[in-house]
């Protein structure tokens, strides 16, 4: 962790010079940082992280510690301006309050990218990037979605406008050809029943024909212009993308025990994960169960027992046959020098190439994006790639463990996923700290992980 937080060599040119090292380059690394390591214990305390020794390996940490330490070593730089990227992801309520506190007292520049509202309720401003241009708008998150909504109002007035004016240019058009016919027919009667020389009349016939032609062409142009105006106003409006989901048809049995673990003990190095005897966990039948709990209570832990992925050191378990698809919070499932498309085929190589892409197409891979290595892709786009891959991987499981499936979702596709698991039939458990979410998918059963303790609980008050 020190070294993750840039402090390594000070620490160590300070242990040097406390064991009589008196040597120049110990005092020249460590300039002015000589309280360096209460800076940064103290900097650790204020973001949660009050019980991690500072000699911890980074990849024992849980999701949401990882995220307060970044955050913690960037702040320990004194920079002048902090930059972060979806800084609350996988943190719990208790640490994002914490993060919240700290960044108020933060005097400097921040610019950061979120999908967290509260967050984004406590910014000055609010910058939207889309279509290639960069818009700011004055104020937090609630005025900006007022003005957003207000300006989608006013789009959608000017479309249905446009759309009229085309219409009524259009009929008007019609209306003036059939004018024009009219006149002409009656034109061509009168002349002949003037028994004018040909000559004289052909040269009537022929501007009656020009003057409707050009009667024909301002119409023309104005129904153009209508149409230009109606895409100019269609521009204006938002059409957001959204991933739509089906999820596969699975049926479990309501009085089949998909997992049951009794007093399951989980120990890193000297200390049990669990309380007392270890904790016990029955899934049966088609469970809807969220699971919550402080960040690094173990509430991962407890899924890669249930996955299989990690055998308790204490107890039993028992797992049903079956397929379980895991959503891991670290999202390292898929191949990353793969494609998205390779990697899918991979998990489901039953599905012809066709309904593949198809899928994927759903997944907002459209096109060459498909073939990009998972590697390179944003964080919303890996989570999208890794959702395809684990919900639609063969055969349909019959058990979902999702550990923070909304992080780096934007807000219309976490709307998308709450649809697709409020129409999945099988047993679920899931991970997160977004109550709102928990209570969309219709959970039916509340656990809480913490101090040890594995305990039934009642769903959170949610406004
Ligand atoms: N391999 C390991 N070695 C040592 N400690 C570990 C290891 N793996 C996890 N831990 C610790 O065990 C605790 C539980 O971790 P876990 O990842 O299960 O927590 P979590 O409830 O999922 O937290 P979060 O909400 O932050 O994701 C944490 O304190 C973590 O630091
Ligand atoms: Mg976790």
Known sequence: MAEVLGIGPVIAALHAIESGDASEEHFTTVGDDWDIEERTRAQLDRLGLEDVPLDRRLHTLSGGQVISLGLAAQLLKRPDVLLLDEPTNNLDLEARHKLYGVLEDWNGCLLLV???RALLDRMDRIAELG???LRFHGGNFTAYEEAVRAAQEVAEKNVRNAEQEVKREKREMQQARERADRRASTAARNLKNAGL?????????RSAQESAGRSNETHAARVSEARARLDEAGRALRDEQKISLELPGTNVPAGRTLF??????VRYGERALFAGDGVDLTIRGPERIALLGPNGAGKSTLLRLINGDLEPEGG???RAAGRVAYLSQRLDLLDLDRTVAENLAVSAPGLPEAQRMNLLARFLFRGARVHLPVGVLSGGERLRATLACVLFAEPAPQLMLLDEPTNNLDLVSVGQLESALGAYQGAFVVVSHDERFLTDIR??????LSEGRLLETSPPDVD
């Open 114 to 116: 979120s999908h967290d």
């Open 443 to 448: 959970v039916h059963r509340w656990l809480r």
């Open 131 to 133: 279509r290639g241009e």
């Open 260 to 265: 049951l673990g009794e007093r399951m003990q």
């Open 197 to 205: 020389a040909r000559i004289v009349a052909g040269g009537l016939k």
């Open 316 to 318: 039993q378990v028992k």
